[in-house]
């Protein structure tokens, strides 16, 4: 028995392949692996914003101070209560100037024995949290304006008006705005601390001598 050539046996014409019209089918490819799922992972619950206390450890003082304020040193930078002293406000500038009209009203009649601070927030953040940072910033007031008041009476030998002299510290938090609206300048006016002159007596914090109040002169001026 004879087997047909399945190669070019001379006569110029292409083999075919013997088992019919199509070449043999190879084993086809396999599918992809179905992509494995992504274990499902459960929100995470929001955590709640702690807040830090801004006037802890300072004096708390339930103090309104009612009138118009003769200064208010405005645009304490957002949730703080530190002077500010960079090129825009210069904070201790405003107070050091408070501080020399005080001192030298008490060569005149309107002499000030009573200072009272109010402290201002904008509508930012929540009530009781407001009525903290107030009081904080009325805090950092009162600290600055005594070391002004004892620099300035020591330069004029006059350190003994500080024994009669009282500051007092109050909070509105935001409940009384000075500018009305949203805008970053209203609200920058609404952090701000009211300074209150008053003539009278009241009760309040005296400020801390540290330097020796000199003997006062017999015959010589008296601050009573």
Same mark, same amino acid.
């Given at each position: ?18 088992? #019919? ?30 807040? !830090?206390?801004?006037? $802890? #450890? @300072?004096?708390? =003082?339930?103090? !309104? ?11 304490? +930078?957002?949730?703080?209560?530190? /002077? ?32 009272? %601070? @109010?402290?201002? &927030? ?5 009530? =009781? ?10 805090? &950092?007031?009162?600290?600055?304006? +005594?070391?002004? %008041? ?14 009669? %002299? &009282? !500051? ?5 938090? $935001? ?18 601390? =009211?300074?209150? /002159?008053?003539?009278? =007596? ?6 801390? !001598? ?12 008296? %601050?009573?």
């Amino acid at each position: 028995m004879s087997y047909g050539s399945f190669h070019d046996d001379g006569r110029r014409r292409n083999d075919v392949w013997p088992y #019919g019209p199509s070449g043999p089918v190879g084993p086809g490819r396999p599918d992809p692996p179905a992509p494995k799922a992504k274990p499902s992972t459960s929100p995470k619950p929001a955590q709640k914003k702690t807040w !830090i206390r801004p006037d $802890k #450890g @300072m004096p708390i =003082e339930m103090v !309104i101070c009612s009138g118009k304020p003769t200064y208010v040193i405005s645009r304490f +930078c957002y949730n703080s209560w530190f /002077l500010r002293d960079d090129m825009w406000e210069r904070h201790r500038w405003e107070i050091q100037g408070i501080a020399r009209d005080v001192i030298d009203r008490w060569r005149s009649t309107r002499r000030v024995k009573h200072i009272c %601070l @109010m402290g201002h &927030t904008d509508f930012h953040g929540p009530d =009781e949290y407001n009525i903290q940072l107030g009081r904080a910033r009325a805090n &950092t007031v009162r600290d600055a304006l +005594c070391e002004a %008041l004892t620099y300035i009476a020591k330069c004029q030998n006059q350190i003994e008006i500080l024994t009669k %002299l &009282t !500051i007092a510290c109050g909070t509105a938090g $935001k409940s009384a705005p000075r500018a009305l609206g949203k805008s970053d300048d209203a609200r920058a006016c609404n952090r701000r601390v =009211e300074v209150y /002159l008053q003539d009278f =007596e009241s009760d309040g914090r005296k400020c801390p !001598i540290t330097i020796p109040i000199p003997r006062p002169i017999p015959g010589g001026p008296t %601050l009573i």
